[in-house]
């Protein structure tokens, strides 16, 4: 089975931790050159030396909170050496009811995902198309299937990005390239400490009977690695994904109830 990425530079967004960084460390290990991008200059370079044969890697900085930062970073990128695979993965809102969501939520996050998403995969395109070989990978939430509670500007915006991916898997699928989204259920990763201390705070439970509650809700009985769901990312990253493209993959141990 062809899972080699010899000879295909990738970008990796938010990539320096949780799932971001693991998905970077198994794309540089089937042998892609990797761009790590995400805010903090000092992290990057701590993620970069983390990868295999480091000195191959490079890094990227912008603020996903400033699409003009993206734009920028990206754009320099390419200018240096055309992308074959693009890893759109960022932090999550806050969470909490959606009626008491604020509008600028919405649209902080909105621009955070989808418009920066957006510009990420217009400035990679033109790379993809000249080398017939292209790879889109979102890493989202299992709310595009089943909504979680308390998390309503995620839900909201996750949603939006899924049917973003479908539009543009439609698109370009006649290039060679696929659009593909991941969808991680309750990983070990800070965002999931984030929401395992809001709902402690809330119910007044321990993080430790939190952590078995959300464990308990999964057919496999734990939670999820970060390393798994990039090990998902890297095998549609790879020729052996090949036919594979506008799809919601769930890789969150069976929680998901719909099918």
């Not at 000879?7 to 990796?12: C, E, F, R, T």
């Not at 990983?187 to 078995?212: D, P, W």
């Amino acid at each position: 089975m062809p899972v080699g990425l010899e000879g295909k530079h990738a970008v990796v967004c938010g990539a320096t931790q949780g799932i971001g960084l693991a998905a970077a460390q198994h794309l540089a290990g089937l042998g892609a050159r990797v761009t790590l991008m995400a805010r903090n200059a000092e992290r990057l370079e701590e993620a970069r030396r983390s990868l295999s044969q480091p000195e191959r890697h490079g890094t990227a900085q912008a603020d996903f909170s400033r699409p003009e930062e993206v734009k920028a970073a990206i754009e320099s990128v390419v200018s240096a050496q055309p992308v074959h695979i693009l890893v759109n993965n960022t932090g999550g809102p806050a969470g909490g009811p959606i009626v008491d969501a604020e509008v600028e939520a919405f649209m902080n996050t909105f621009q955070q995902h989808l418009v920066c998403n957006h510009l990420l995969a217009q400035a990679v395109l033109p790379g993809m198309k000249a080398a017939g070989y292209g790879r889109i990978i979102n890493v989202i939430s299992t709310s595009v299937k089943q909504p979680l509670n308390n998390l309503g500007v995620s839900n909201t915006i996750r949603g939006a990005v899924a049917n973003w991916a479908k539009t543009w898997a439609n698109e370009v699928g006649v290039h060679g390239i696929t659009v593909n989204n991941v969808l991680p259920g309750a990983t070990n990763t800070a965002r999931l400490e984030q929401i395992v201390s809001n709902k402690a705070s809330k119910t007044g439970a321990s993080t430790a009977e939190i952590r078995a509650q959300m464990a308990n809700a999964v057919p496999m009985k734990r939670t999820g690695e970060p390393e798994e769901v990039g090990r998902a990312i890297a095998f549609l990253a790879s020729p052996s994904a090949s036919y594979i493209s506008g799809i919601n993959l769930p890789v969150d141990g069976g929680r998901t109830s719909s099918l």
